[in-house]
């Protein structure tokens, strides 16, 4: 089984920045992604930013020129730097990671509250 675990997050003003990270401990084949999904109130989980294991990315539209995924794979783990963030980025954040086994996991998810 594979346990991830989140950090980082918090209650931010608009325009502020937060980081989080996500570290995978336990039985962990080759990873093949991980990324950040959210989930605000009433809304449907969504993915905001992925990282594959040669490096590419993908983000969602909402989040581009903002937030930044990294990985430092060896450590299973990745960070997500979010800059100028906005009421809108109100959400659970949660950290998921794609196996190259098939293994599809989530962590419990990290509260980000960006409010005045």
């Known amino acids: 089984q594979v346990q991830l675990v989140e950090s980082g997050g918090g209650l931010v003003q608009p325009g502020g920045s937060l980081r989080l990270s996500c570290a995978a401990s336990g039985s962990i084949s080759s990873i093949y992604a991980m990324g950040w999904y959210r989930q605000a109130p009433g809304k449907q989980r969504e993915l905001v930013a992925r990282v594959l294991r040669g490096g590419s990315t993908n983000y969602a539209d909402s989040v581009k020129g903002r937030f930044t995924i990294s990985k430092d794979f060896a450590k299973n783990t990745i960070y997500l730097q979010m800059d100028s963030l906005k009421p809108e980025d109100t959400a659970v954040y949660y950290c998921?990671?794609?196996?190259?086994?098939?293994?599809?996991?989530w962590g419990q998810g990290i509260q980000v509250t960006v409010s005045s």
């Open positions: 998921n990671q794609n196996g190259l086994d098939g293994g599809d996991y």
